[in-house]
């Protein structure tokens, strides 16, 4: 329900847009866009196919340019750039944040990143240099250098005549930093500490040190954990010897929880959460060919097994009909098992420590789901074959192959995590295989054994 | 990489804690937990076996538990409360934020509810009655009514000496809000607008009417989109007179965030995301079962495709060793596709306007894909089986599975989303019930047809 409202809002403005487009109405076009946010201006280029993207972009006000770009995909991100001049790029980027510039940066042309950097003052261009000098999808990347930062040895009334003297803060800011004459973070005060206490207040008895600062070599996802575990709104960034060098805000952590959660259920899929929905064919072609060509050679060593039995199948062909039911029963009993690994794993709640509780846990589920399926299975094909032997070898099989998704559904993506593999990318096609050779394996052994003596 | 940090970390304090849960010393347990953020608790218990966890919640500080409480699964919260007394409930919830507390209220024996609402002071227990009054999901169950309201008619001056007089402020408040006489919403005003401007400043020159406020009605999915559009960290709610009711903050919207990625992951292969890692045997079985016992009867229905090819498979056993391949790798191409919808239905970036745009370019790159891998699934069943006929077969067969799985992929969700469902929980069964009896009626339709003239 919820979803659909939100559906029908932003299908309601792309069929307005495509209308007017279709028509060559430019005029609305121009309002409608430039009434919205530059996100929602990134999320209407993305659903747009390529020859009206290019159209709208056009009529994108260049203020909004920049934080347009900052707001798309990779790919998307690049058709975008691929249409404008070096003049127009560097108009759009150089009044971003340093954070959101270090972002863009790789993906502009070498010209327009010294033209950016020619136009950027020498201490904007020091921090800007300064952030691309840290790992990306570390906190170092992800931090803004532009912090306000006071003394402890001043009073509140000190302070805040120094902010009317500054004027405007830095967007977000809830706290400023007190750092030490060698710029050393010691604690922050929230803005709404400095707006509830006397004038005269000593403002070392406002300062609030309980909150750790981050490392500036953390991970992103490091990051997203602790603010979503302390509610945080922003977070001081420090180097080994504790100099602030930044802050991190909510906003863009937000942007890391979206990427982490959009990336996990894509990539369980082989492909890239950068993706264009309407990248050209021939590309896209391109990338989902070698997931599928992967995906091929697993099919084989499946097939290859069932190859294995040919005898048995020539005598008994209800086998070949069968077959697929056990498989693919696996797949799905092992795919439930393996999203609940690859959730517990990222969230860091599996460890040595209860893995073999959950191993064993799960193995009993599949025992009893193998059980109880396996004998409605069994019965059914009593009725349609009235074989009770080969009802007993289906029931043996199905419990069987639902227990080995359930092992292979625990041992396969801890296996992957400790090889320092991404579970979520690899596990379903190895867990699949193993479901399809052992449900094949299992049902065609089975009956190889008893319904051939 | 990142990941694995962050994992090492938490298994580190897991394998501490069982070590010294399995030692029986419970100082240590104690304050390790006690170091720990309500957040982190909470993930810590979800992470233990249910006897393991009962001991260590013992140990929680009583302070905490209500705001463990808060962050728990609702299965995992319903096992902590099978285990505390009505008067431990009612110490632990009555100091939650009313927005928490109205989260948890629902999960609360009866007889506690009414205690809690007798410990609270009136104004407390209307504004607890009023959070409640709307419905689950919404922007009115969300808010927390407690806001720092002010008059546009007065000075900063004014505002700093009633804020000095109020002393602490509401949690992550950013801006005050201005209102009429009557309550209504007018405007806000930044913390550091406040502190960067002179005291005889008037009011109503520093209000920001630019953000428009929530309507109270609106879902939890549109407030967490708006959020990360504009990058918001607080926003008023306002009911259809435009009267200010409360305010969301950007930490209850982080978790709608994570929520609704947990939703979509689980979703998809039938899972609830509310479920205990180690839920009771009998518990889980019960919830699998069903999931699984539909999955079989669209396997029935593929395999009953299968058993109208008896004669044929019967006389090219090779069929049936080779079909598997066919129906898996529609099955796989169709994901990729299907995942790609969900998101941009759920991004709200799909409708009718591009639907049939993104429909022919799926389709082409599926008739690639299964040119190109058809080929060269016929080039090896040459080599396995040196029959040309077959070969043809096969790759005209995946071709035609391929281009089934592109028009599935991007139709079934669209129909979904317009009769109302789920996309992401009923689309992937759907989907592979379609690329296998497509898969299977192509290629055995295609061998009986060629092969058995």
Redesign the interface.
Known sequence: ???????D????Q??L???ALDSGRLGPVRRLVNTL?P??IG?LL????PAKRQVVWGLVDPEDDGEVLVHVGDEVRESLLADMDPDEIVAAVEDLDIDDLADLVEDLPDTVIDEVLKSMDRENRERLEQVLSYQE?TAGRLMNPDVVTVRADTTVDVV?RY??L????P????HLYVVSRRHQYLGRIA??V?????ANTPINQLIDDEQPAIDVV?????VA?K?????W?SAPVVDDGNILLGRIT??D???I??D???H???S????DED?D??SP??R??RR??V???V??CT??L??SV??RF?GT??QI?????????V???GG??G??V???M?????????????SR??LW?EV??AL??GL??GT??GL?VWVWYRDVELSLVITSALTINLASAALGGVLVPLAL?RM?F?PALAGGVIL?TIT?VMG?LSFLGLATLILLR
Chains 1, 2 share one sequence.
């Open positions: 329900m919820a979803e659909a409202v939100r559906h809002k932003t299908a309601r792309l069929r847009l495509s209308d946010a996100a929602e999320n993305e659903s747009l196919p999808d805040l902010l009317r500054r004027g405007e803060l967007e977000h800011t809830d803005l709404q400095l707006l509830t206490h006397e953390e991970s992103g996802d490091e954990r603010f979503s575990d302390h509610d709104i909510i906003d952590v937000v942007d929880i979206r982490q959660a959009e996990q259920a894509l369980a899929a082989g492909l993706e929905m309407f064919v021939p896209a072609f989902r060919v997931w599928l060509g995906n091929l099919a084989f499946a097939a069932v190859g040919e199948i020539q062909v209800a086998l070949a009909v069968l077959m697929p039911i498989a693919g029963m799905n009993a795919t439930q393996l999203t609940l690859v959730r517990g794993l990222a969230l860091g709640q599996i460890g040595s420590s209860n509780t959950l846990k009993r589920v009893m789901n109880t399926l409605l299975l059914i995590k320092g991404d699949t399809d094949f």
